[in-house]
């Protein structure tokens, strides 16, 4: 039913989870970021802004030809919206999910992205930059914390919100942060963690790219790309 053009990264991740949890029928199509597939002529018809993930559903709720859907956050809402699931029908509910949503979209994965960047793989490091990003997503980290006091999830039940946040939390460590230092996000993560879901979405991704250092190749293709 779902053609999913994915890479086991944060964003590619959360995509996963959804399809996992909701049991969708679906066929992963590897993007191998680092050979640089994104910039394939074809994929770039559906996925313009050379990233992933992207899905085309061959069985869109109008019955018409098959939908595309880029940008990890659009997918998310366009899934939750086909099978009605992982986002209130409420309208305070849904006004909820779609702000943390927008808050993981705007905020944690660029800065934890930044993070992660000057972090590991820049090639000179920039004391600045990492301060800068680090305390950044140490803010954000302390945000989600203080949302989650008294609550299971961000918003409510499990939902799109949480599976947007929760693979930029995955890679903690690497952020320079301690999630010990934020008891109500670690006691959530933990929670999802353990999904069965989850499980398997991870599974999934470590199939098909193994955990590897990146190699100055891939990081040329990844990095550094302007309009040309």
Same mark, same amino acid.
């Given at each position: 039913?779902?053609?999913?053009?994915?890479?086991?990264?944060?964003?590619?991740?959360?995509?996963?989870?959804?399809?996992?949890?909701?049991?969708?029928?679906?066929?992963?199509?590897?993007?191998?970021?680092? *050979?640089?597939?994104?910039?394939?002529?074809?994929?770039?018809?559906?996925?313009?802004?050379?990233?992933?993930?992207?899905?085309?559903?061959?069985?869109?709720?109008?019955?018409?030809?098959?939908?595309?859907?880029?940008?990890?956050?659009?997918?998310?809402?366009?899934?939750?919206?086909?099978?009605?699931?992982?986002?209130?029908?409420?309208?305070?509910?849904?006004?909820?999910?779609?702000?943390?949503?927008?808050?993981? /979209?705007?905020?944690?994965?660029?800065?934890?992205?930044?993070?992660?960047?000057?972090?590991?793989?820049?090639?000179?490091?920039?004391?600045?930059?990492?301060? +800068?990003?680090?305390?950044?997503?140490?803010?954000?980290?302390?945000?989600?914390?203080? +949302?989650?006091?008294?609550?299971?999830?961000?918003?409510?039940?499990?939902?799109?919100?949480?599976?947007?946040?929760?693979?930029?939390?995955?890679?903690?460590?690497?952020?320079?942060?301690?999630?010990?230092?934020?008891?109500?996000? *670690?006691?959530?993560?933990?929670?999802?963690?353990?999904?069965?879901?989850?499980?398997?979405?991870?599974?999934?991704? *470590?199939?098909?790219?193994?955990?590897?250092? /990146?190699?100055?190749?891939?990081?040329?293709?990844?990095?550094?790309?302007?309009? +040309?």
């Amino acid at each position: 039913m779902i053609d999913l053009y994915y890479w086991p990264t944060p964003n590619g991740h959360k995509i996963t989870l959804f399809l996992e949890e909701a049991g969708l029928e679906y066929q992963i199509k590897p993007i191998n970021i680092g *050979k640089g597939d994104q910039f394939d002529p074809e994929f770039l018809k559906i996925g313009p802004n050379n990233r992933m993930p992207v899905i085309v559903d061959h069985a869109p709720a109008d019955g018409g030809a098959p939908v595309s859907v880029f940008e990890s956050g659009a997918i998310l809402l366009y899934l939750a919206e086909k099978t009605g699931k992982f986002l209130p029908k409420d309208l305070r509910g849904r006004v909820a999910v779609t702000e943390w949503l927008f808050w993981q /979209m705007g905020g944690l994965g660029p800065m934890a992205g930044q993070n992660h960047h000057f972090s590991q793989y820049a090639p000179e490091k920039n004391p600045y930059a990492i301060d +800068r990003y680090v305390k950044e997503t140490n803010r954000l980290y302390g945000v989600l914390n203080k +949302r989650l006091e008294g609550r299971d999830f961000i918003v409510g039940d499990y939902s799109i919100a949480d599976m947007a946040a929760y693979p930029w939390i995955v890679p903690y460590e690497r952020q320079g942060q301690n999630l010990d230092d934020f008891p109500n996000l *670690k006691r959530w993560f933990t929670a999802i963690e353990a999904r069965p879901a989850t499980v398997t979405a991870y599974e999934k991704g *470590k199939a098909i790219n193994p955990p590897a250092p /990146m190699t100055d190749e891939q990081k040329k293709i990844l990095f550094g790309q302007t309009a +040309r």
